[in-house]
Each structure stands twice: as structure tokens, then as C-alpha cells.
């Protein structure tokens, strides 16, 4: 005989449980008298067709709808006729912006087929392309060898987001034209008959208001810069500028009607831009490549400046890729090497052996650029080359030019080798140097390699940032100002110096620098004359782990440097957890209260906000950094104290939370438990 089901007794956890269900659920399900689950059904499943999803959602396809995703748009279209031009059909590129808006992008390439696809004999392919996402000519190798349109969604995304736009398309002598308004065709393609001296893709479009907000607009500077940028990287092509003259009132440097083409392709590109620096080697190391195997070119320019900060600055099929990748890997190698090879000739080996590719690159002004067939990006906005054969691909084609070019002037080469080697040198002493004082007029200052100091010579009005990653660092140097922030990176979680021994202390190298950079000294060699900021800003991420890593680092001050935190110069930085954006309106809320508080006073009950978390300060644009964390002007910092009348109870605390004693965490977390549920249930 089976046994009777047992009746539970209703618990305080269900009625947690319920209590977490949306109240509409409940009162949903309670009026149907059956479970909240009922309510979800197959008529709840949306089914997103056509364009829909990029309206929807553009952040997915542009990254946002700031200024810089609108002038994405400018960059898909302008990367088309690029493709084009790198494909050897299109001689010149013409971009015009007019005092309607509109901006027109026009190349005399092939132009779009016009006739009916085979898979949609009803449409012609020009509309195919334009209105269907991943429709296109460039998932194979066979219509382009290289090209930067790769996903299919460029120009159907342009398309999506725009409240009209017009297509002509001049082949065989006939022009054709069709319109579409918000991704949808406003008509059939139209056949405007015969056209003489003609021929490729004109495409002119207007953003949408509805997405980018009523006052957005393409900014004259930023179109007129990538468009000269692309005709210095493809040195075959033609680019010409007009803009409406009513556009550049109040703009300098930017004429009304220009013309690019730069035969000498990269090296002319990195002469503009380091035309007033000093130069360790005189002459610019240059070149470029045929294909190298069966996949790919690439084309360098490099020259070493004694007297400013390096950078490297890459591209892929002419697309930007600003967070680097496996073709930056592949010049590093290039050049480590063949410095190597050359210390090796000229006996210079042992002196060279300690040397790393980030010693090269050092005062190193690189600009890169490769043309790899079907490359792989991360993401839609190609920010990032994940191509593995990229790397080889610049390697061979850099090492034995960089060989030559070294031993074409051995003089200068050996002051390059010398100056690379005095990086390294500095590199290693950095290990076992524990303080160091201001720069004087009789001794050179040593300083960590990854300090980007400011100009400023005086601690006062001077700010150290302190932040955790190379790439929260790069963005914070684009960010700063350069004559009073000084950016020391980081990498990764500091020492606890609070469960450490003195040995494991004065062993960590993350602590050196920091104690290098400040100049102060510690405990009793504390010295308040050598302090070398008047603020150190410790700026993580607004999450858990950045909380963490700024816990670490107020730890390490109190035990090491008290007296920094007595004399009021520790602070630290608030950055944003989000960005919410409504058409051209943007704010930033720093905790998930604050965003809350923000969507209701900052924006319409109805508006479709576009919220965005930032994984960290190094997904933050250098503009955004700025404006919300580093510009004295807008920013909050937050100065630690230490309460004068508690001084006994901090010093416990400190120990009970960050001391070499598990069992005083776990007490204060299991006294805490009850306030930490509360915390996730509210979550």
C-alpha cells in the first residue's frame, strides 16, 4: 500500500520565494488561479525579422548610440568603397557632407549588382544587400582577396539606422537608384537609363534622429580625419573631401574642399604625426610587403623619439583595430629579434641578452598595417585582430627588411641598440631600487617603466593615478592631462602587505614601483619634501574586484605610508558602473542605485534607454574616462581619512579583515551573515 504523501509546513524561505516574484506575476497568477509559469507562454516569444534587431538594439551592431558609434556608420560606408579600391576597381573615394545632414560616400568601382539574386529572384541583389543582415560579397575569397566588410551587416546596419537613404549605382553604362527609409524600401529599384563616364557606388544617407537624438550630428574634424587616415593607408587610392561651408564655421583645419593621396602610404602618415619630435635613429624604418604565403601584406612605419611617449597605432583592411592584436604580436617578435641579431654582430650580445620587446617599443611611434583574406575580429566593431596567421605574416615580412635597414647604418643602429639597452637596464635596476627622489638638476630620476609622468616638476597641482591593467592604464595616458597627471598601471591584485612578511615585501615589484613613483620613502623614512604628487588617486574598476584591488592599496598606505593619509593626499577616484544614453542625451550612474535614481529623474517614464555596464576602466573610451573621472572640472573624488578619535579601532580592523588571521574574517563574516543575505535578496 503506498504511503501518504507528508504535507510540508509552509517555511520563511517560500515566502522569501514568492516575495521575489515581479507582483504583477503574482497577482497575474492569482487572478487565474493557477502559478505565475502560466503566464509565460509561446505567444511571450518574440520573433525579431529583417533590420528589426539593429533599430532594436544598435548597441550590438555600433557599440552604442554615442558620437563615436554614429560616425561608425561613416566608417562602414567608406570601408565598402575601400574594399573596392584595395580590390584595384576603384581609383578614388569621394565623401561629401552637406548642410541637410546628409553625408554621401561615392567610388567608381564596380558598383552594387543590381540584377535578381538567385535565392530571391523577386529582389534585386542591391536590395538583398542592403536590407538582410550577413548578405554580401565578401564571406569568401573569391569576389575580394582582402577586405574590412567582413560580417555582412556593415551597410544594412547604415541602412537600419538611417531615416532615409538613397543608393545609385552606375554599371554597363546604366544607372540605377533606390531609396529606403528607417531599412525599409520606400519603392522598387529604379532604372534611370543610360549614364557616359560614369560608374561605381554613390550612397547618401541621413542618421536617424529617433536613434541618435534630435541634435546629433557628424562632426566636419572627425569625418575629415578618418577619411585622410584611409588615404594614407591605402597609398593607391584618391580620397576627396567637401564639406558645406556653413558646417566649418568656427572649425579650424578644415577646409572646405581637400584632396588626399599619399603615395608614400605610412611613412608619410607617421611623419605628420611625430614631425616635431627628436629621434633616437634619424630615419624612418619603412616598407611593405607583397603577399607573404598565400594570405596576406602588410605595410610598417617605425621610428624611435627620445623625448615623448610611444604608441602603436594598427590597422586591418584598413579598419582601426584599437585594442591591438595578433599582428602587433608579430611586429614586437619582428623587432626583438632582429635588435638581438644586430647586438649579436656587433658584439654586443651579453649586453643585449636582458632585453624584451616591451624595452623596444619604448619611445617606439609604430604605425602598422596589414591585409589579411578573411580575418577574424572580436566583435562587430573590429576593435581587436584574433587572426592567428597575422602574426607570422608580419613577422617575415618585417624581420629581414629591419636586418638591412640596421646594418644599412651601423652608427645610428648602435645608438638605437644603446638606447633600448639603457631601457632594459633601467628595467632591471627598477627591481632593486626601493626609493627614489625628485629629478634634480645633477641626477637623473629612475622611474618605473609603465609611469607615464606628467610634465609638472612640482608635487603641487600634480596627481598620480594609480589603476590596475595595461589596458585601463592606456586608456587613463589618452585620458589625462599631461602637464599635471602622471597614470601608474598595474598589474593585477597588489600584495597584501598586511599578511606578508618584510622578505615577501621587499621582493614584490609591484610595490617598488609604486614606492619608486610616489619618492617619498615609508614608515620612518617617510619624507614629506620628496612626496612627488600632491594627490594620489587610486582609480579601479566599480566592481567587486575593483573594490578589492583599491582595499589592497589603502592597506598598503596605512602600514606603509600613515602619513600620506594623515597630510590628506590619498583619495579615490568614482568612475561610472553605467552609461545610460536616450538619443544624444548620456549620463553615468556609479552603483546600480544610482542608476536607478538616474532613469527616473534624468529620463521619460516611456524612453527606451539604452543602458551599458562597463566590464572596466579599460572598455571606457579615453573621452568618456575623462569626462567622468579624471577632469578636475566634473569628476568626484573621495579623500581618505583616518578618524582621529578611533585610531585604536582602525588598527583592529585592519588586522581582523586583512591580517594573517582566518578565523577573525570568518567571525566577522559569520557576524555580518545576516546583513549580507538582506544585500542578496535585495540583488
Known amino acids: 500500500m503506498p504511503k501518504p504523501l507528508k504535507v510540508q509546513k509552509k517555511t520563511k524561505a517560500d515566502d522569501l520565494f514568492a516575495a521575489s516574484l515581479p507582483k504583477a506575476r503574482q497577482t497575474a497568477a492569482a487572478a487565474r488561479g493557477g502559478s505565475a509559469e502560466a503566464g509565460y507562454t509561446a505567444r511571450d516569444i518574440e520573433v525579431l525579422e529583417g533590420l528589426e534587431p539593429v533599430r532594436r538594439?544598435?548597441?550590438?551592431?555600433?557599440?552604442?548610440?554615442?558620437?563615436?558609434?554614429?560616425?561608425?556608420?561613416?566608417?562602414?560606408?567608406?570601408?565598402?568603397?575601400?574594399?573596392?579600391?584595395?580590390?584595384?576597381?576603384?581609383?578614388?573615394?569621394?565623401?561629401?557632407?552637406?548642410?541637410?545632414?546628409?553625408?554621401?560616400?561615392?567610388?567608381?568601382?564596380?558598383?552594387?549588382?543590381?540584377?535578381?539574386?538567385?535565392?530571391?529572384?523577386?529582389?534585386?541583389?542591391?536590395?538583398?544587400?542592403?536590407?538582410?543582415?550577413?548578405?554580401?560579397?565578401?564571406?569568401?575569397?573569391?569576389?575580394?582577396?582582402?577586405?574590412?566588410?567582413?560580417?555582412?551587416?556593415?551597410?544594412?546596419?547604415?541602412?537600419?539606422?538611417?531615416?532615409?537613404?538613397?543608393?545609385?549605382?552606375?554599371?554597363?553604362?546604366?544607372?540605377?537608384?533606390?531609396?529606403?527609409?528607417?531599412?525599409?524600401?520606400?519603392?522598387?529599384?529604379?532604372?534611370?537609363?543610360?549614364?557616359?563616364?560614369?560608374?561605381?557606388?554613390?550612397?547618401?544617407?541621413?542618421?536617424?534622429?529617433?536613434?541618435?537624438?534630435?541634435?546629433?550630428?557628424?562632426?566636419?574634424?572627425?569625418?575629415?580625419?578618418?577619411?585622410?587616415?584611409?588615404?594614407?593607408?591605402?597609398?593607391?587610392?584618391?580620397?576627396?573631401?567637401?564639406?558645406?561651408?556653413?558646417?566649418?564655421?568656427?572649425?579650424?583645419?578644415?577646409?572646405?574642399?581637400?584632396?588626399?593621396?599619399?603615395?608614400?602610404?605610412?611613412?608619410?602618415?607617421?611623419?605628420?604625426?611625430?614631425?616635431?619630435?627628436?629621434?633616437?635613429?634619424?630615419?624612418?624604418?619603412?616598407?611593405?610587403?607583397?603577399?607573404?604565403?598565400?594570405?596576406?601584406?602588410?605595410?610598417?612605419?617605425?621610428?624611435?623619439?627620445?623625448?615623448?611617449?610611444?604608441?602603436?597605432?594598427?590597422?586591418?583592411?584598413?579598419?582601426?583595430?584599437?585594442?591591438?592584436?595578433?599582428?602587433?604580436?608579430?611586429?614586437?617578435?619582428?623587432?626583438?629579434?632582429?635588435?638581438?641579431?644586430?647586438?649579436?654582430?656587433?658584439?654586443?650580445?651579453?649586453?643585449?641578452?636582458?632585453?624584451?620587446?616591451?624595452?623596444?617599443m619604448v619611445g617606439a611611434a609604430v604605425m602598422l598595417s596589414v591585409f589579411v583574406r578573411e580575418p577574424e575580429f572580436q566583435g562587430q566593431t573590429k576593435d581587436r585582430l584574433a587572426t592567428a596567421e597575422a602574426q607570422k605574416i608580419v613577422e617575415q615580412s618585417v624581420k629581414d627588411p629591419f636586418d638591412h635597414w640596421l646594418s644599412g647604418n651601423p652608427v645610428q643602429a648602435n645608438r638605437l641598440l644603446d638606447f633600448v639597452i639603457e631601457r632594459a637596464d633601467e628595467r632591471v635596476r627598477r627591481r632593486q631600487e626601493k626609493e627614489v627622489a625628485r629629478k634634480t638638476a645633477v641626477r637623473k630620476l629612475r622611474l618605473p617603466g609603465k609611469l607615464a609622468d606628467c610634465s609638472n616638476t612640482a608635487a603641487e597641482g600634480s596627481e598620480l593615478f594609480i589603476v590596475e591593467g595595461d589596458s585601463a592604464g592606456g586608456s587613463a595616458k589618452q585620458a589625462r592631462d599631461r602637464k599635471t597627471q602622471a597614470v601608474l598601471p598595474l598589474r593585477g591584485k597588489i600584495l597584501n602587505v598586511a599578511s606578508a612578511g618584510k622578505d615577501k615585501l621587499a621582493g614584490n615589484q609591484q610595490i617598488a614601483d609604486l614606492m619608486q613613483a610616489i619618492g617619498c620613502g615609508t614608515l620612518a623614512h617617510y619624507r614629506q619634501e620628496d612626496l612627488r604628487y600632491a594627490r594620489i588617486i587610486i582609480m579601479t574598476d566599480a566592481d567587486v574586484d575593483g573594490a578589492h584591488i583599491a582595499s589592497l592599496l589603502i592597506t598598503f598606505f596605512y602600514r606603509q605610508m600613515p602619513r600620506l593619509i594623515d597630510e590628506g593626499h590619498l583619495y579615490l577616484a568614482v568612475p561610472p558602473l553605467y552609461r545610460l544614453t536616450h538619443g544624444a542625451k548620456t549620463v553615468y550612474?556609479?552603483?546600480?542605485?544610482?542608476?536607478?535614481?538616474?532613469?527616473?529623474?534624468?529620463?521619460?517614464?516611456?524612453?527606451?534607454?539604452?543602458?551599458?555596464?562597463?566590464?572596466?576602466?579599460?572598455?571606457?573610451?579615453?573621452?568618456?574616462?575623462?569626462?567622468?573621472?579624471?577632469?578636475?572640472?566634473k569628476r568626484n573624488l573621495l579623500r581618505v581619512v583616518l578618524l582621529a578619535d578611533d585610531r585604536e579601532g582602525t588598527a583592529d580592523s585592519v588586522e581582523r579583515l586583512m591580517g594573517n588571521k582566518a578565523e577573525a574574517r570568518f567571525a566577522f563574516i559569520s557576524d555580518k551573515a545576516e546583513f549580507a543575505s538582506e544585500e542578496l535578496l535585495d540583488v
Not at 542605485?593 to 572596466?616: M, P, Q, T, W
Open 57 to 360: 538594439r544598435p548597441g550590438m551592431y555600433i557599440g552604442g548610440t554615442d558620437e563615436k558609434a554614429l560616425h561608425h556608420l561613416f566608417a562602414e560606408v567608406i570601408d565598402n568603397a575601400m574594399d573596392e579600391a584595395l580590390a584595384g576597381h576603384a581609383t578614388f573615394i569621394e565623401v561629401e557632407l552637406g548642410n541637410d545632414g546628409f553625408l554621401t560616400v561615392s567610388d567608381n568601382g564596380r558598383g552594387i549588382p543590381v540584377d535578381p539574386h538567385p535565392k530571391f529572384p523577386k529582389k534585386s541583389a542591391l536590395e538583398v544587400i542592403m536590407c538582410t543582415l550577413h548578405a554580401g560579397g565578401k564571406f569568401d575569397s573569391k569576389v575580394y582577396e582582402t577586405s574590412g566588410g567582413l560580417h555582412g551587416v556593415g551597410v544594412s546596419v547604415v541602412n537600419a539606422l538611417s531615416s532615409l537613404l538613397e543608393v545609385e549605382v552606375a554599371r554597363n553604362q546604366q544607372l540605377y537608384k533606390m531609396s529606403f527609409e528607417r531599412g525599409h524600401p520606400k519603392g522598387k529599384l529604379q532604372d534611370l537609363g543610360k549614364v557616359h563616364n560614369r560608374r561605381g557606388t554613390r550612397v547618401r544617407f541621413k542618421p536617424d534622429a529617433d536613434i541618435f537624438g534630435a541634435k546629433a550630428a557628424f562632426k566636419p574634424q572627425r569625418l575629415f580625419k578618418m577619411a585622410r587616415s584611409k588615404a594614407y593607408l591605402f597609398g593607391g587610392v584618391e580620397i576627396r573631401w567637401r564639406c558645406a561651408p556653413e558646417l566649418l564655421r568656427g572649425v579650424d583645419d578644415v577646409p572646405a574642399e581637400d584632396t588626399f593621396h599619399f603615395p608614400g602610404g605610412l611613412k608619410d602618415y607617421l611623419a605628420a604625426a611625430i614631425h616635431a619630435d627628436t629621434l633616437v635613429h634619424p630615419d624612418i624604418f619603412a616598407g611593405k610587403s607583397g603577399r607573404t604565403g598565400a594570405h596576406g601584406a602588410c605595410e610598417w612605419a617605425v621610428a624611435w623619439t627620445a623625448d615623448a611617449d610611444g604608441f602603436l597605432s594598427s590597422y586591418c583592411n584598413t579598419i582601426p583595430t584599437q585594442d591591438g592584436g595578433t599582428h602587433e604580436a608579430g611586429i614586437r617578435s619582428a623587432m626583438l629579434r632582429g635588435l638581438k641579431d644586430h647586438a649579436e654582430r656587433v658584439n654586443q650580445g651579453k649586453r643585449a641578452a636582458s632585453i624584451t620587446s616591451e624595452d623596444v
Open 589 to 633: 550612474a556609479r552603483d546600480d542605485g544610482h542608476r536607478d535614481a538616474l532613469l527616473k529623474s534624468e529620463f521619460n517614464a516611456n524612453a527606451k534607454v539604452d543602458i551599458g555596464r562597463f566590464k572596466g576602466l579599460g572598455e571606457m573610451m579615453p573621452a568618456q574616462l575623462k569626462e567622468t573621472t579624471m577632469d578636475p572640472n
